[in-house]
C-alpha cells in the first residue's frame, strides 16, 4: 500500500529493476531518447541503464570535482574498465602509455587484460630516481606517439608526486588522450579536468566513499561525446553500482571535504614525527621537504594539503631484523591500527611494504599507513609506545 502522507527530503531508493510505463508513446519516447543516452533521462527504463539513486550520487559526485559528468560504477576496478575501454578501437593502433608508478590493481588489469586478452600495445614510463623527469616524458612521448597517457598524481605505495598540470600539456603537445586517477590526491588537492585531462577516474571506495564499508568507482568528464560512449559501455557490460550503495554514498559525500582534510592535517602531524624518531630510517610523505617530490606536491596542490598517506621504514642492522622490527610494530599497535588491505577508511590501518608488492622495494621494515580522521595526539601516542616497544 502507498502512502501520499510521507515526505522526506531524500530521495526514496529506488530498487527497481526495470520502471513502470503507463501507455506506448511514453515508452516509445523513452527507447528513442535512450539513443542519446541522456546522463538525467526523463524516463527510467531499467536500472542497468541509469537508476535515480546512482545519478543523484554522481551529481554530487560532479559539484566535488567540478565535472560536466560522473558515472559510478560497482567498484575502482570496474571505472578503470570502462575508463580505458571506451578509446579502445578496432582496426586502431591502440598505443597507450602507463607510468610504471601506479596502484597494482591497475597493473594487473593492464597486463592480465588489455595486454593478454585485448592485445593492447602497452608502454611504460619509470621514474629516473625518486622522480620522473618531464624532459625524459616529452622525449618519449614524441618517439613513441601513445594515443592515451595514464598516470596517477600521487603513487603507491612510495608518494611520489609529480607535476600533473605539466605532463597534461606535454601529453596534449604529442596529441594524446589523458586519464588521471586521482585517487590519493583527490579533487580537494587537485582537479585534473581543469587542467585539460580527458578523463578523471577515482576509487570511490576510499577517501569519497570514507568508511571501509563500500565498494564503488567512478569515471568523470566534460566531453559530452565521452560521456555517450562511458554510458553505452557501462549499460552493455553491466558496470552498475546498486541503488542501494548510491543512496548510502550520497550521505557519505556529504562529509567528504570535512573527513579529507582532517586525514591531510593528521597525515602531515605523524609524518613529522616520524620523521624525528630515532627508530625510523625513512619517511616518505610528500608534505616533508626531505621527500625527493616534495616541491612538485607542493606545486601541484598549491600547498592545501598533501594527503592522507604515510610511507615509513623502521631501522634495523640487518635485513631479517628489519623485517622482524616490522612484523612486532603492527602487533603492538593491532588493537588500535588494523591491517587491512585498502586506504581511506576514517579510521588508521596499516599495510607492510614487502609482503605485499614483493622485494620491488627495498624496504623491509616499510609500512604503508592509511591515517584516518582519529584524535592526533592518540594516533601518536599509540605509535609512539609502539615504537617505545621494540627498541
Given at each position: 500500500?502507498?502512502?501520499?502522507?510521507?515526505?522526506?527530503?531524500?530521495?526514496?531508493?529506488?530498487?527497481?529493476?526495470g520502471?513502470?510505463f503507463e501507455?506506448?508513446p511514453?515508452?516509445?519516447?523513452?527507447?528513442?531518447?535512450?539513443?542519446?543516452?541522456?546522463?538525467s533521462?526523463e524516463?527510467?527504463?531499467?536500472?542497468?541503464?541509469?537508476?535515480?539513486?546512482?545519478?543523484?550520487?554522481?551529481?554530487?559526485?560532479?559539484?566535488i570535482?567540478?565535472?560536466?559528468w560522473a558515472l559510478?560504477?560497482?567498484s575502482?576496478?570496474a571505472?578503470?574498465?570502462?575508463?580505458l575501454?571506451?578509446?579502445?578501437?578496432?582496426?586502431?593502433?591502440?598505443?597507450?602509455?602507463f607510468?610504471?608508478?601506479i596502484?597494482?590493481?591497475?597493473?594487473?588489469?593492464?597486463?592480465?587484460?588489455?595486454?593478454?586478452?585485448?592485445g593492447?600495445?602497452?608502454l611504460r614510463?619509470?621514474?629516473?630516481?625518486?622522480?620522473?623527469?618531464?624532459?625524459d616524458f616529452?622525449?618519449?612521448m614524441?618517439?613513441?606517439?601513445p594515443?592515451?597517457?595514464?598516470?596517477?598524481?600521487?603513487?603507491?605505495?612510495?608518494l611520489?608526486?609529480?607535476?600533473?598540470d605539466a605532463?597534461?600539456?606535454?601529453?596534449?603537445?604529442?596529441g594524446?588522450?589523458?586519464?588521471?586517477?586521482?585517487?590519493?590526491?583527490?579533487?580537494?588537492?587537485w582537479?585534473?579536468?581543469?587542467?585539460?585531462?580527458?578523463?578523471?577516474?577515482?576509487?570511490?571506495?576510499?577517501y569519497?566513499?570514507?568508511?571501509?564499508?563500500?565498494?564503488?568507482?567512478?569515471?568523470?568528464?566534460n566531453?559530452?561525446?565521452?560521456?555517450?560512449?562511458?554510458?553505452?559501455y557501462?549499460?552493455?557490460?553491466?558496470h552498475?553500482?546498486?541503488?542501494d550503495?548510491?543512496?548510502?554514498?550520497?550521505?557519505?559525500?556529504?562529509?567528504?571535504?570535512?573527513?579529507f582534510?582532517?586525514?591531510c592535517?593528521?597525515?602531515?602531524?605523524?609524518?613529522?614525527?616520524?620523521?624525528?624518531?630515532?627508530?625510523?630510517?625513512?619517511?616518505?610523505y610528500?608534505g616533508?621537504e626531505?621527500?625527493?617530490?616534495?616541491?612538485?606536491?607542493?606545486?601541484?596542490?598549491?600547498?592545501k594539503?598533501?594527503?592522507g598517506?604515510?610511507?615509513?621504514d623502521?631501522?634495523?642492522?640487518s635485513?631479517?631484523?628489519?623485517?622482524?622490527?616490522c612484523?612486532?610494530f603492527?602487533?603492538?599497535?593491532a588493537?588500535?591500527?588494523?591491517?587491512?588491505?585498502?586506504l581511506?577508511?576514517?579510521?588508521?590501518?596499516l599495510?607492510?611494504?614487502?609482503?605485499?608488492?614483493?622485494?620491488?622495494?627495498?624496504f623491509?621494515g616499510?609500512?604503508?599507513l592509511?591515517?584516518?580522521?582519529?584524535?592526533q595526539k592518540?594516533l601518536i601516542?599509540?605509535?609512539?609506545?609502539?615504537?617505545d616497544?621494540?627498541?
Amino acid at each position: 500500500m502507498k502512502s501520499k502522507n510521507v515526505k522526506s527530503t531524500r530521495t526514496p531508493i529506488y530498487k527497481d529493476s526495470g520502471f513502470l510505463f503507463e501507455d506506448i508513446p511514453t515508452i516509445q519516447k523513452a527507447f528513442t531518447d535512450e539513443i542519446n543516452h541522456p546522463h538525467s533521462p526523463e524516463h527510467y527504463i531499467y536500472s542497468r541503464y541509469r537508476n535515480p539513486n546512482v545519478v543523484e550520487a554522481e551529481e554530487q559526485l560532479m559539484k566535488i570535482e567540478g565535472a560536466k559528468w560522473a558515472l559510478l560504477t560497482q567498484s575502482g576496478q570496474a571505472a578503470l574498465d570502462v575508463a580505458l575501454s571506451i578509446f579502445q578501437q578496432k582496426d586502431k593502433p591502440n598505443r597507450w602509455l602507463f607510468f610504471t608508478e601506479i596502484y597494482g590493481g591497475t597493473n594487473s588489469f593492464i597486463d592480465k587484460v588489455l595486454v593478454a586478452r585485448r592485445g593492447i600495445e602497452v608502454l611504460r614510463f619509470a621514474p629516473k630516481g625518486d622522480s620522473y623527469s618531464l624532459d625524459d616524458f616529452d622525449n618519449f612521448m614524441e618517439e613513441k606517439k601513445p594515443e592515451i597517457v595514464f598516470f596517477e598524481a600521487l603513487s603507491n605505495p612510495m608518494l611520489i608526486a609529480l607535476d600533473g598540470d605539466a605532463v597534461i600539456r606535454i601529453a596534449k603537445k604529442h596529441g594524446a588522450k589523458v586519464i588521471v586517477d586521482n585517487t590519493f590526491a583527490t579533487a580537494m588537492l587537485w582537479k585534473p579536468l581543469e587542467s585539460g585531462a580527458n578523463l578523471v577516474y577515482q576509487s570511490v571506495t576510499k577517501y569519497l566513499a570514507g568508511h571501509g564499508n563500500l565498494s564503488a568507482g567512478a569515471v568523470l568528464g566534460n566531453d559530452p561525446e565521452l560521456l555517450k560512449s562511458a554510458i553505452e559501455y557501462r549499460k552493455w557490460v553491466g558496470h552498475m553500482l546498486s541503488p542501494d550503495d548510491a543512496y548510502r554514498l550520497v550521505d557519505m559525500l556529504k562529509t567528504f571535504e570535512m573527513r579529507f582534510s582532517r586525514h591531510c592535517q593528521n597525515a602531515f602531524a605523524i609524518a613529522n614525527y616520524l620523521n624525528s624518531h630515532p627508530l625510523i630510517e625513512k619517511v616518505l610523505y610528500p608534505g616533508l621537504e626531505s621527500h625527493p617530490t616534495h616541491i612538485e606536491a607542493y606545486k601541484l596542490f598549491k600547498g592545501k594539503g598533501f594527503g592522507g598517506m604515510v610511507t615509513f621504514d623502521i631501522k634495523g642492522y640487518s635485513r631479517e631484523e628489519k623485517a622482524q622490527r616490522c612484523n612486532l610494530f603492527i602487533h603492538q599497535v593491532a588493537d588500535y591500527i588494523h591491517l587491512i588491505p585498502t586506504l581511506g577508511d576514517a579510521d588508521t590501518i596499516l599495510m607492510p611494504v614487502e609482503p605485499v608488492w614483493g622485494d620491488r622495494y627495498p624496504f623491509p621494515g616499510m609500512i604503508r599507513l592509511s591515517v584516518g580522521i582519529e584524535d592526533q595526539k592518540e594516533l601518536i601516542t599509540v605509535i609512539g609506545n609502539a615504537l617505545d616497544a621494540i627498541k
